[in-house]
């Protein structure tokens, strides 16, 4: 079974702060993907990495997967009260015949970011 | 914007009922899932759908489990005799290609008393 392990598990910062969070499996991925989740909503897609040791960013967010695409980082900058929200990660996997794909996700990191 | 949309947005259900849950994936989408999110716990993969069969399902997803595709556009999650563990979060998803971008509904909680 692959898992997906996310840190912290709960992040609490004020406005203007950074912060990066963490999603660590020891499988390797054909890619990962981060989610954001509001309270009684879907996951919404932010990024998708494929490659290792790519990096992508989206305005104050970065995204990074690790060379061996095992790992991935989601760094903030300059964290705003309307980043809070639910984080997941999820690796995607691919089954041996190239036919079927599902993710496997984190538990996922819950942020606040304090006015 | 397209999206995903289900019904319902809760349901409460006695113990060994039966339980339909209705998805409308985006009109294009060929691609189909159903997730569900126990409460406090990690989204869980369990089933994939697509051309009218089952392409992938979890251990999770046994035979008190169907999905359907009944009339080209709703996508359906049936519980055929419902347990307490069965309480969670559904979502489903659909993407237009194979391994593209999933795009999630909003979800239906399901609790059975």
């Known amino acids: 079974t692959q898992l997906l392990e996310q840190s912290p598990q709960f992040l609490s910062i004020q406005e203007g702060e950074n912060l990066t969070v963490y999603c660590n499996s020891s499988?390797?991925?054909?890619?990962l993907q981060w989610y954001r989740q509001e309270p009684g909503e879907g996951p919404v897609l932010l990024v998708t990495?494929?490659?290792?040791?790519e990096v992508k960013k989206l305005k104050r967010l970065t995204f990074q997967f690790g060379d061996a695409r095992k790992d991935s980082s989601l760094h903030i900058t300059a964290a705003q009260p309307g980043d809070t929200g639910l984080y997941l990660c999820?690796?995607?996997?691919?089954?041996?015949?190239?036919?079927?794909?599902?993710?496997?996700f984190g538990k996922g990191t819950l942020l606040t970011v304090n006015p | 914007e397209p999206e995903v949309t289900q019904t319902p947005s809760h349901q409460v259900t006695q113990m060994g009922q039966e339980v339909i849950l209705r998805c409308v994936p985006i009109?294009?989408?060929?691609?189909f899932y159903w997730y569900r999110q126990i409460l406090g716990q990690k989204v869980e993969f369990l089933v994939s759908?697509?051309?009218?069969?089952?392409?992938?399902k979890s251990e999770i997803f046994d035979d008190q489990f169907s999905v359907e595709r009944p009339d080209g556009s709703n996508f359906t999650l049936k519980i055929r005799s419902t347990k307490l563990e069965d309480s969670a979060m559904y979502f489903c998803?659909?993407?237009?290609?194979?391994?593209?971008?999933?795009?999630f509904g909003e979800g239906s909680r399901l609790t059975v008393l």
């Open positions: 999820a690796g995607a996997n691919i089954n041996s015949g190239g036919s079927n794909y599902k993710l496997t």
């Open positions: 998803a659909s993407s237009e290609v194979w391994a593209g971008e999933l795009f």
């Open positions: 499988s390797v991925f054909s890619s």
């Open positions: 009109s294009n989408h060929l691609y």
């Open positions: 990495v494929v490659t290792g040791g």
């Open positions: 759908f697509y051309n009218n069969e089952i392409s992938e």
